[in-house]
């Protein structure tokens, strides 16, 4: 069977699997349901109240049975009502979910930027001091938690220039863009910061991989300028690693995003995760971890598709 | 012997090595309370005090010295680190090779569940179980190791699949040598170089989620300290003491940094492919 294939089977099982993960992990919370929803209000109900709510919300079924009707309900768009909001929770997560996805975006953007040109650079000057200035650096940023960059970035505002970052109240990009992206910048550098560093390493070493073959001495001995050979012949090739790095990163930021969105202030989907558990909010946790789930899933099941499109050998079936 | 030699040899071992001994003898000191002061202790005059010969890296909030609270808080997280790396290490080694080996439906199933598990952000993994067993250091251990776990599977699966085909081990099995000492002689000990690299990478890894759970509040737990923490408690003072922010931020990616540039090394050192200059 093709590589693509298999890939595109086992998807849903393993969002199945996933499925049953996030639903069995909620039932092992400690109590039963009813009184995770109404907490110490829940002592006050007598034996039949509780009965009635056990049918209500079908949890006096077998667990199988449970299951399956949560399943089909999740299928539908239905993630259960959140507690605390008194709203469907797939509602609340589309409301936080396109700031969560602006910042994953922007911080993508800001490490391509920042990692792309800094790993041929470093690439092109091997060994040389500026390619260790490139890599000491690189490799401080992978060293250094996203919230710890976050406070710094704080920090040296405050201390240095008496200001701090925008928090408060949140501009969505369609309302007042300029607003909006003064917002997110810092937030997306912060995230960002590890990220540019891995595409730095990472292109760095695809470029010296490239850069020692066979095709790139031809183009050089015929005479093809530098540049040229760096960025038209090699670069390209070298793009494959980072190409996969940069979807699983994405979806990483997806989740990763909680620290910064809680540093920040920002209403997105990780602090609605985090709220979520702190004020014990159960179907709106088991929401999110679905959603967020679903959306890497896909994020790295796409990261394939582009990776085969990228080089043929994965196609035949080689790579493996 | 000749392992310490080539990392000490190799420019970022010689480094990362050095610091990850530092930081150990730091941890060891800080869990058996062999600091300059008590950490827990309330030094209530000199709340928010500036580094001085007294209190090396200043006082916070409450009058505690901030050293005394790092070396304590690196040892948590040290302990968070080592302990779940250690559980995810023999957990995704024991299913590895069981499932290299075994083959079959027991592979499926082992590799499915580790699917599963790699469906996960690891951060949203590591909430998710919070969430269900409550905050705690403990549960962070838990929760590192359950998420690392998967990684541990495939990097001793792949390989083991590998030597598994290999003539030598053919050759044991018409020795009449036990599954056992097959499984634990030919193969484990061969997985060792690829273990090490993971292992040490994985406890910078760890480190970082440490740190991150308890900036959340989901990590350790007050009064008990940890570098993640003591930021969270910098964070509305950082204007006024600068230095309830700087030490632990630097304690954090000094240590992560550490694991990082050893791992580098070890993978150097043990990976012949990699190896620039053949011997």
């Known amino acids: 069977m093709s590589y693509l294939a298999r890939r595109l089977l086992t998807f849903p099982l393993v969002m199945l699997g996933v499925s049953i993960l996030v639903f069995v992990a909620i039932r092992l919370v400690p109590g039963d349901a009813i009184t995770a929803m109404l907490g110490t209000e829940a002592g006050l109900l007598t034996p039949a109240q509780r009965a009635a709510l056990s049918a209500y919300f079908g949890i006096d079924k077998p667990i199988l049975v449970q299951y399956w009707s949560w399943l089909l309900g999740v299928l539908q768009g239905d993630l259960g009502i959140s507690v605390i909001h008194g709203k469907p929770a797939l509602t609340i997560i589309l409301e936080r979910f396109p700031l969560t996805l602006q910042l994953a975006l922007m911080s993508m953007c800001v490490a391509l930027l920042v990692g792309l040109p800094a790993g041929v650079f470093a690439a092109t000057r091997n060994e040389k001091i500026s390619d260790l200035a490139v890599r000491i650096f690189a490799m401080i940023g992978q060293s250094t938690p996203n919230f710890v960059v976050g406070l710094l970035i704080i920090y040296a505002l405050s201390a240095g220039f008496g200001i701090l970052p925008a928090m408060g109240e949140f501009t969505p990009f369609l309302t007042d863009p300029l607003r909006n992206l003064g917002q997110m910048i810092l937030p997306a550098i912060t995230l960002g910061f590890a990220f540019a560093a891995s595409v730095t390493r990472i292109s760095r070493s695809a470029m010296l991989d490239v850069l020692s073959d066979d095709y790139v001495r031809t183009a050089r001995s015929k005479g093809v300028p530098k540049r040229s050979v760096i960025w038209r012949h090699a670069l390209p090739n070298a793009l494959i690693p980072v190409v996969t790095l940069s979807g699983v990163e994405f979806g990483y930021l997806l989740g990763g995003a909680v620290l910064v969105e809680q540093i920040y202030a920002l209403p997105g989907l990780g602090r609605l995760v985090l709220e979520a558990i702190l004020q014990r909010d159960y179907a709106l946790v088991q929401g999110c971890v679905l959603f967020i789930a679903f959306n890497f899933m896909v994020v790295n099941l796409l990261v394939d598709l582009a990776y085969v499109t990228l080089d043929p050998r994965i196609r035949l079936g080689e790579g493996n | ?279």
């Open chain 2, 1 to 279: 012997m000749s392992m310490l030699r080539a990392i000490f040899s190799h420019s970022s071992g010689r480094i990362g090595g050095t610091i990850v001994v530092i930081y150990v003898v730091v941890a060891l000191l800080g869990m058996s309370g062999i600091t300059p002061h008590n950490p827990l202790q309330q030094f209530r005059i000199d709340r928010l005090h500036a580094p001085n010969a007294a209190y090396w890296m200043g006082t916070d909030l409450f009058g505690r010295d901030v050293a005394s609270r790092l070396m304590n808080g690196i040892g948590q997280s040290f302990l968070v680190a080592f302990c779940s790396v250690a559980i995810a290490t023999v957990a995704g080694t024991v299913l590895g090779l069981t499932a290299a080996w075994f083959g079959k439906a027991w592979d499926g199933l082992v590799m499915r569940i580790m699917d599963v598990l790699l469906a996960f952000p690891a951060i949203l993994l590591a909430l998710l179980i919070i969430a269900v067993v409550g905050p705690g250091t403990w549960t962070s251990v838990a929760a590192i190791a359950i998420v690392y776990t998967p990684i541990f599977t495939r990097v001793v699966r792949g390989p083991a699949l590998s030597i598994k085909a290999r003539e030598f081990v053919d050759a044991a099995r018409t020795f009449g040598s036990s599954r056992r000492y097959i499984l634990t002689r030919h193969l484990l000990l061969n997985l060792v170089a690829p273990l090490t690299v993971q292992v040490t990478l994985a406890l910078a890894w760890s480190l970082l989620t440490e740190a991150g759970l308890s900036f959340l509040g989901l990590g350790t737990q007050p009064p008990a300290s940890s570098l993640g923490l003591m930021l969270a408690d910098s964070r509305n003072l950082m204007e006024n003491a600068p230095w309830l922010l700087i030490f632990p931020a630097v304690a954090i990616m000094i240590s992560i940094l550490g694991f990082n540039l050893l791992g580098d090394a070890l993978r150097d050192i043990l990976d012949p492919k990699t190896r620039r200059s053949a011997p």
